[in-house]
């Protein structure tokens, strides 16, 4: 199981920190690079589970969200786990919110599955939140 850290990342890759060409020395060149208009790259790692973007306009191409779903194995520093943990369990560990499923560091996302709120999506972004890119001209 890896260990996922709010707002840091997974097996040493860090969020804000980390570029495209540090992910691509880690996990390799099978991945599929996608344009999100003119705002993002993803980086995704399909048979993982893992994508990684960086802003288009950043020369330096740092990593400002890593997207952790299925198959990859992982669980929060604080325990909240891919695949098993409920949306009760993160307002249990994390605390409750009016609305979304974002934290300091990490936001989450889930699937109704059997009647349960079930944690489909982890992404790790940074402390102050999602990065805004600037959109290349």
Same mark, same amino acid.
């Given at each position: $199981?890896?260990i996922?850290?709010? #707002? ?10 980390s570029? $495209?060409?540090d992910?691509?020395k ?5 991945y599929?690079?996608?344009a999100?208009?003119?705002? +993002? &790259?993803? $980086? /995704?790692?399909?048979?993982? #589970?893992?994508?990684f973007?960086? *802003?288009?306009?950043?020369?330096k191409?740092?990593?400002?969200v890593i997207?952790?779903k +299925? ?5 929060t520093?604080? #325990?909240?786990?891919?695949g098993?943990?409920t949306? !009760? ?5 994390y ?6 499923l !974002? /934290?300091?560091?990490v936001?989450? /996302? &889930? ?14 972004? !940074? ?5 805004? *890119?600037?959109v +290349?001209?």
């Amino acid at each position: $199981m890896n260990i996922v850290r709010e #707002g840091k990342g997974i097996e040493g890759i860090v969020v804000g920190v980390s570029s $495209m060409d540090d992910v691509e020395k880690k996990f390799g060149k099978s991945y599929k690079l996608t344009a999100h208009k003119k705002y +993002s &790259y993803q $980086m /995704y790692y399909g048979a993982l #589970g893992l994508s990684f973007y960086s *802003c288009q306009s950043d020369k330096k191409k740092q990593i400002f969200v890593i997207e952790i779903k +299925s198959p990859y194995k992982a669980k929060t520093s604080r #325990g909240i786990t891919l695949g098993e943990s409920t949306v !009760e369990d993160i307002q249990r560990i994390y605390g409750k919110k009016k609305e979304g499923l !974002e /934290y300091r560091g990490v936001g989450f /996302y &889930y699937n109704t599955i059997g009647g349960k709120k079930i944690v489909t999506e982890i992404d790790v972004i !940074e402390n102050f939140g999602i990065r805004q *890119c600037k959109v +290349s001209k």
